[in-house]
């Protein structure tokens, strides 16, 4: 069956501008979490879906924000773009969310977003 | 603070088997230990998974102690190919996968 998918694998904006990525999860699965990987701070967990709510968010400003559409699909917007933003941004599926018990995730392979 | 504590680095001559260990001193009973690697610029692949028995799969065989403070990612015959970053994590079974602590993982070398 087909895996996490995101859209697109690579991605160059300038400062100040907005960026929208996308994660299609395994389906069946309806819960997606999001993280941002950088060489200095590693993973670090955006935020995590589920049923179309946001379950949990990371430490990250208000300029990231999230989505998650009735077929489980999920969006991740970023605003105003610093240089900083620059990284991987990984979105993983999971069947279930929270009270789910013997399971695990997957990644999708991740979109490479470059500030400029 | 992670709950997971790893060495670094490690080499390992291909074709040989490859233990990776993973200390989780604090965990409790509820708490599965999973890994994960990540290939350069990849994203994180599951390999495996357990509670308190040993575990084995296509991948990997996963040996957990019997106090559950530390287990050892099996790799039976490394391959060039399992180049990568190994993460050990710890879940609880009500812990949302947003919660997980990646930590800085091992970086496995595997050479010819």
């Known amino acids: 069956k087909a895996g996490v998918t995101q859209t697109p694998r690579y991605l160059i904006k300038t400062r100040g501008q907005q960026v929208t990525l996308s994660c299609s999860p395994i389906?069946?699965?309806?819960?997606v979490s999001w993280y941002q990987q950088t060489p200095g701070q590693g993973l670090q967990f955006l935020f995590e879906y589920f049923s179309e709510t946001q379950r949990n968010k990371g430490n990250f400003p208000g300029r990231f924000s999230g989505r998650q559409f009735s077929n489980s699909r999920s969006e991740m917007n970023v605003s105003t773009l610093e240089l900083g933003d620059s990284a991987l941004y990984l979105c993983a599926s999971s069947l279930v969310q929270g009270a789910d018990l013997n399971t695990e995730a997957f990644f999708g392979q991740g979109t490479r977003l470059t500030v400029v | 603070d992670a709950k997971t504590t790893q060495p670094p680095s490690m080499d390992c001559a291909e074709g040989r088997a490859a233990n990776l260990p993973c200390n989780h001193s604090?965990?409790?009973?509820?708490?599965?230990v999973y890994w994960y690697r990540q290939i350069h610029s990849q994203g994180p692949q599951y390999i495996i998974h357990?509670?308190?028995n040993n575990e084995t799969n296509e991948m990997a065989s996963l040996i957990i102690t019997e106090d559950r403070k530390s287990s050892t990612l099996i790799l039976p015959h490394a391959t060039l190919r399992d180049t990568a970053v190994y993460y050990c994590?710890?879940?609880?079974?009500?812990?949302?996968?947003?919660?997980?602590?990646f930590g800085a993982g091992t970086q496995v070398v595997v050479t010819p």
């Open positions: 994590i710890v879940r609880g079974t009500t812990d949302s996968w947003g919660k997980l602590q």
């Open positions: 604090t965990i409790s009973g509820n708490e599965y």
């Open positions: 389906s069946g699965h309806r819960s």
């Open positions: 357990g509670l308190k």
